[in-house]
């Protein structure tokens, strides 16, 4: 919210500079972004009146100026400019001065004649005609007689003032106003609020003879406003109006569209004028918009409405978005004559949603958003009239609609002066506490220790016990507060056990080479069809969000693969050859749809890599190693993922139950995310590794007697896991197995077809004796049916 200063003083007499002023502004919970001194933006530039006029003798363009700078000797400037005359007032850059530009303006000779500065058009000083009349003529700036000869030009500009950028925070939208903010102002400085006067003349009628009002809809539209004006007088406004929209950021127009600004500015209620007479059946209906309806707005654009907007209309159709902006048919001209004023209280909800799905956002709308008060809007339109009278802007009608439901009463709040004291660890004076609560407008009693403090609706924040000691301390200062040791135990905090288990794993794959990610829980609801998921696919019931900052977020994940993949194709865009990442999240799985209860967070790993020394296999040893921190190894079997090769994919079991599935991206994937060269994915359910319980750790002597080795090479049907195969020797062997180890798989020639050669070495040893001929026989024996019994045959 920017103020200037000066525009403060309207309100509260300002005894402190403007640094002082902010400090404390700060230290009562008001942040200050900027403080930007108009003053700066140039420098020794006066009013100053043409005596005499020369031509320059060795120019046939340049005129020699004798100008009274209001200094006791006439100041020569050359200049090329062909408005001016004798007598005229103009802006003069004398010696050594600035101009908004930062250009640094020095006397010096022009075709050997000397000139003492430069005469000043409104172009160089970034002036406007809405900044001052006949600024954008072509030429030199010729200033009204009324001012004095040597006049600083920061004061016929309204520049000698400071404008202060103040952060209004969400739970006081009260402050979204000049008038709040010189409340606050006013308690800081401990000086009286002098609030605007809001009397006005009328010159009878009755406004139920001009216009009728309806509200159809009370929930969107609480309250809602009307008067009339009639007979207009459309003109300019006055220097110090424009002045205080200049300086908040918005540009003058006329009197009467500057007076509806300025209003919403000063005490924060957003207005709009009507031109009455181009409202059909002169009939105002709040209402929703209707099917296929549209309106044309002031900015000359076309928008097509929903039946969740609401809309001011006419009698025949739409013309003015509720709390946004108004259309083009009904607006001020230069030729209205008379208007129809609105001040109403809309639904701050609907104003967003309207206003985002139309792509508007207004100084009315921001306001509306962050929440007005209801009890405002009759101040707010009693001040628009007391303007329209002041400047003589046009006739008032007697009478006025206000159409609501009922206004809210103050609420009141009990809360004993120990409780707060004994909150704040302070001895504020009971008194000290009530002057402070009635000079921030909420009107405190005292009985005994007892405070009775009446809430306004303008301050909805304050709810209780800890509202009205912030409200205190702010303004008490927190200076007071005196710094305490910290009494009671001390305990030192731990981690919790699930997120000791992720640092464990976390540090596993950074000792692998993985680098983790952090991706948004929220992904696009079009980001499944990347994955070529099917339409009755379980991760497509997903929780869609209400109010999502756009489509891209709009869908709480249920698998983490599109995250990951997204990472890869942006890592591979940008030319990174080699990568390996991993990263531990949530999964969100609704319990049902439409969602009843907050949706399950299960927490999951995704791992993913591409590179040339990465394949399945690296990917198989990397999922067997988290596996493994928890004390459990891993068995395999394929896996049908449709989003996975169909001949490189797995899933990963433990105790027969699956929790993981890892593989090579399905080139039609790769397709979808743009990815150039093979990849690897695995998605790990970290829950059920985080349920395991450790086993207990048993330490065995060393083998006191030597093992025996034995080699097997099989022939077995493609579509049989080796994993399986390892299972039966293992199993076949019994108590005498030490270990299986695969160390060849081949297909090719002399193989027959839909078969391939697997070879075993398989570990035997006794922990009782060296292991016997008839021992080691016999396991093979056992070996060799099992395998047969399964399929596979040795090959000879």
């Known amino acids: 919210m920017k103020i200037a200063l000066n525009t403060l003083k309207y309100y509260v007499d300002i005894n402190v500079g403007v640094e002082e002023l902010c400090d404390k502004m700060v230290m009562a919970g008001f942040e200050v972004e900027s403080i930007e001194n108009l003053a700066d933006k140039m420098s020794n530039v006066v009013a100053a009146k043409i005596v005499s006029i020369a031509p320059h003798e ?36 004398l010696h050594d001065s600035y101009l908004p530009d930062g250009t640094h303006i020095t006397k010096g000779k022009l075709r050997g004649v000397e000139s003492r500065g430069m005469l000043c058009s409104g172009g160089e000083l970034q002036l406007t005609d809405a900044d001052y009349e006949g600024a954008s003529v072509n030429g030199i700036l010729i200033l009204k007689d009324e ?72 929930d969107l539209c609480p309250r809602y406003i009307g008067r009339y004006v009639k007979n207009l007088r459309i003109k300019e406004s006055p220097d110090w109006l424009k002045q205080v929209l200049k300086t908040c950021g918005m540009r003058p127009i006329n009197n009467i569209v500057d007076i509806t600004n ?39 654009k076309k928008y097509n409405l929903t039946p969740e907007m609401l809309v001011i209309a006419d009698g025949k159709k739409p013309s003015c978005l509720a ?142 016990r800890a509202d009205l000691a912030e409200e205190i301390m702010r303004i008490y200062g927190y200076d007071h507060i005196v710094s305490t040791p910290m009494t009671g135990a001390v305990r030192r905090g731990r981690k919790l056990p699930e997120r000791i288990k992720s640092d464990l794993i976390k540090s596993a794959m950074i000792s692998m080479g993985a680098n983790e990610i952090a991706t948004y829980s929220f992904i696009s609801s079009k980001a499944l069809d990347n994955l070529n998921l099917s339409e009755d696919d379980e991760r497509r019931k997903a929780v869609k969000l209400l109010n999502p900052l756009g489509d891209e977020y709009s869908t709480m994940r249920t ?181 299986v180890t695969l160390f060849d798989v081949y297909e090719g020639n002399q193989i027959p077809e839909g078969k391939k050669s697997v070879a075993f070495s398989v570990t035997l040893r006794s922990l009782e004796a060296t292991l016997t001929d008839e021992q080691i026989d016999a396991a093979v024996k056992r070996i060799l049916k099992k395998l047969e019994a399964n399929g596979a045959t040795l090959r000879m």
């Open 323 to 464: 709390g946004i902006m108004g259309g083009l048919e009904s607006e001020i001209t230069d030729t209205t004559t008379d208007l129809f004023l609105e001040a109403a209280k809309f639904k701050r909800d609907n104003v967003r949603k309207t206003g985002r799905a139309l792509g508007i956002r207004t100084e009315s709308s921001g306001r509306f958003e962050k929440g007005i008060d209801i009890n405002n809007t009759a101040f707010a339109m009693d001040r628009a009239l007391n303007l329209i009278c002041a400047l003589d802007a046009g006739d008032i009608v007697d009478g006025v609609i206000d159409k609501n439901l009922g206004l809210p009463e103050n609420r009141i709040l009990n809360c004993t002066t120990d409780s707060i004291n004994a909150l704040l660890g302070l001895d504020i004076d009971e008194s000290e506490m009530v002057r402070i609560l009635n000079a921030l407008g909420l009107a405190t009693t005292l009985n005994g220790n007892l405070l009775t403090v009446s809430v306004p609706s303008i301050r909805d924040d304050i709810e209780g």
């Open 559 to 739: 698998q983490l693969i599109t995250s990951m993949l997204t990472v890869l194709s942006t890592n591979f865009n940008r030319k990174i050859n080699d990568v390996r990442f991993f990263e531990i999240s949530k999964r969100f799985i609704p319990k049902s749809l439409p969602l009843t209860d907050a949706p399950m967070e299960i927490p999951t790993m995704s791992i993913g890599m591409y590179g040339s020394e990465e394949d399945f296999f690296t990917l198989k040893g990397v999922v067997e190693e988290v596996i493994s921190l928890f004390g459990k190894t891993a068995k395999f079997e394929k896996s049908n993922e449709v989003f996975l090769h169909p001949g490189r994919q797995a899933n990963a079991l433990i105790d027969g139950e699956k929790i993981a599935f890892l593989g090579e991206v399905h080139p039609d994937v790769l397709k979808n995310y743009d990815i150039g060269v093979r990849a690897y994915v695995a998605e790990i359910q970290v829950d059920k590794l985080f349920e395991i319980v450790p086993e207990k750790t048993i330490y065995k002597a060393l083998p006191k007697f030597p093992a025996v080795t034995r080699d097997f090479a099989f022939l077995c049907d493609k579509e049989l896991p080796v994993g399986t195969l390892a299972d039966i020797m293992s199993e076949a062997a019994g108590k005498l197995c030490e270990d």
């Open 58 to 93: 060795n120019s046939d363009h340049l005129q020699i100026c004798q100008m009274d700078t209001g200094a006791d000797e006439l100041v020569q400037i050359v200049t090329g400019a062909q408005n001016i005359f004798e007598g005229a007032l103009v802006p003069a850059a």
């Open 147 to 218: 001012y004095k000869t040597g006049t600083d030009m920061r004061d016929i500009l309204g520049l000698n003032d400071y404008v202060i950028d103040f952060k209004i925070t969400a739970n006081r939208p009260d402050c979204n106003s000049i008038i709040g903010v010189a409340k606050e102002v006013s308690v800081v400085l401990g000086v009286p609020f002098k609030s605007p006067d809001v009397t006005y003349k009328t010159v009878g009628g009755d406004i139920n003879d001009y216009v009728k009002i309806d509200v159809e809809n009370h």
């Open 262 to 300: 300025f209003v919403m500015l000063e005490t924060g209620q957003p207005m709009h004028a009507f031109n009455y007479n181009d409202l059909e059946d002169k009939h105002i209906i709040v209402r929703n918009a209707k099917e296929n309806e549209f309106i044309q707005t002031l900015d000359e």
